[in-house]
Nanobody
């Protein structure tokens, strides 16, 4: 099993920056794709950014050029650097990881979520 602990959320003014972190722990074989999702009030959860094991990234159109996803494989941690934040970025942000267990089964895990609030 994988446990994910997120940190870095908070309140920021429009145009400001925040950096989210998500650290994975647990006895597993490997972690593949790591992602950030977000869910605003009254809306469905949406994919924000993804990074593969080898570092390939993909972003939602709404955050391209403003957000950067990165990872530290040794620390089993994924980051989301968020710059030029807008009020519409306000949401609960969740990290998600796809992993391989010691028995070579595939699984995925979710973090508990961290609130990001951008004031205008």
């Amino acid at each position: 099993q994988v446990q994910l602990v997120e940190s870095g959320g908070g309140l920021v003014q429009a145009g400001g920056s925040l950096r989210l972190s998500c650290a994975a722990s647990g006895i597993i074989f490997n972690i593949n794709t790591m992602s950030w999702y977000r869910q605003a009030p009254g809306k469905q959860r949406e994919l924000v950014a993804t990074i593969t094991l080898v570092g390939s990234t993909n972003y939602a159109d709404s955050v391209k050029g403003r957000f950067t996803i990165s990872r530290d494989n040794a620390m089993r941690t994924v980051y989301l650097q968020m710059n030029s934040l807008k009020p519409e970025d306000t949401a609960v942000y969740y990290c998600n990881v796809d992993y391989i267990s010691l028995t070579r089964d595939y699984g995925d895990a979710w973090g508990q979520g961290t609130q990001v609030t951008v004031s205008s």
